[in-house]
């Protein structure tokens, strides 16, 4: 399983943006799929899931200003990010739950990530 995240850049405090990351590969089924974020020397957090029956979790930090969606047609999910603060530059990295096969255990899967800057 592949996935390979986009969308990331520079944008000014107060601005959007959004993110999209494409799962490939062979997939059985997934579980969830995530965003998490990483700030170099900090841990990397969890920022919005969203699960196979479209449940969705944020973290405190971004709820109200974060909305994560996902088109299941293309393995694909969105992070649309508004009213963006300095705060919130760091390093996004897509995660995915799923199994490969009917015979596979669920696994976790994470791209590379994307940089996300807000300048003030």
């Known amino acids: 399983v592949q996935l390979q995240a986009s969308g990331g850049g520079l944008v000014q405090a107060g601005g959007s943006l959004r993110l999209s990351c494409a799962a490939s590969?062979?997939?059985?089924?997934?579980?969830?799929m995530a965003w998490h974020r990483q700030v170099r020397g900090k841990q990397r957090e969890l920022v919005a899931v969203?699960?196979?029956?479209?449940?969705?979790n944020y973290a405190d930090s971004v709820k109200g200003r974060f909305t994560i969606s996902r088109d299941n047609a293309k393995n694909t999910v969105y992070l649309q990010m508004t009213s963006l603060k300095p705060e919130d530059t760091a390093v996004y990295y897509c995660?995915?739950?799923?199994?490969?096969?009917?015979?596979?255990?669920?696994?976790?899967?994470w791209g590379a990530g994307t940089q996300v800057t807000v300048s003030s």
């Open positions: 969203i699960t196979g029956d479209g449940t969705t």
């Open positions: 995660n995915l739950n799923g199994r490969r096969s009917y015979y596979n255990v669920a696994m976790d899967y």
């Open positions: 590969g062979t997939i059985f089924s997934i579980n969830r």
